[in-house]
C-alpha cells in the first residue's frame, strides 16, 4: 500500500513500513523556510514515533537536495534569545530523526548547501547522485555551521579534513565525497531515482536487529568499549529473542528468503 500526503513544500510518502519525505520548494532549490520547516518537524516526529515505519528516506524535488536556510529571508532578527529559540526548534526534530531506531536514507539528488549539508549527513545511509555536491558555506556568510554538521562532518571524514571543508566553504564533488567517506555510495544521475528508492526499500525489510545495529552504532560513538560491550550484549540479547532471528534462521534451513516483519 502507498499513500501520499503533501503540505504543499514537504511531501509524505508512505510504502508499507518505508516513509519518504521529499523536500518540495524546487523554485528555491528546496531552501528550509517557509511551510518546509513546520512541516518537518511535524512529520519527522510522527514517523519517528510510528512503530509500521521502520526506515525514512528525505530527498529534494528538483534539481537540488537543499540548498540550506532562505537566506533572503534572513538578516532581521537580532534578539539573543529569539535566535536561540529559532534554532532550538529547529533541533527538536533533527534530534528526533538522530536518536530515532528508524534506518534513514539521505538520498542528495543534488546540490546540498549550508543547512542542507548538514541534513544530508543525518543520514545513516547517504546516497549521492553523481549530480550531486556538497558546500558548506557558513564561514562566507559569516555564521556558525549548523545543522548539526561540525558533528557529524569530523564523524565521517576527520576533524583535520572537516575544517578544511568548513572553513574554506569549497564545493565538494559527489566523487570526492565518495573517496573520503563522506556519503555511503554514487549513483549515475540518471538512474538515482530507482537506486535510491530500491534500496531504502531494502533497509525498510530489515529485521529488528538492524535497528538495534544503529542503537550500538550511536552509543559506540560515545561510549567507552566496556561501555559499549554492556549495550551491545543488551542489545544482541533483545535481537535473539525477536520474532525476526527466528524468521532468519527459519529461512536459512529451509533456503528460502526471510520475511522480516521488524519484530
Known sequence: MTSRAQASELIVEQEEALAILRLNRPERL???G???LPALDREVRRLAADPAVRAIMITGQGRAFCAG?????MGGERDLERSRAGMRAV???LKALWSSEKLVITAVNGAAAGGGFGLA???DVVLASSAAFFKAGFT???VAADYG???TLPRAVGSLRAAEILFSDRRVTAQEALDIGMVSRLIPAADFEAEALAFARKLAAAPRGAQITKRLLRLGEAQTFAGFLAAEADGQAEAFQSRDFAEGVAAFREKRAPRFRGE
Not at 536556510?69 to 529571508?73: C, R, V
Open 121 to 123: 549527513l543525518l543520514g
Open 34 to 36: 517557509g511551510e518546509m
Open 149 to 151: 554538521l561540525a558533528f
Open 30 to 32: 528546496n531552501a528550509l
Open 69 to 73: 536556510g532562505d537566506i533572503g529571508s
Open 91 to 93: 533541533h527538536a526534530w
Open 140 to 142: 562566507d556568510l559569516g
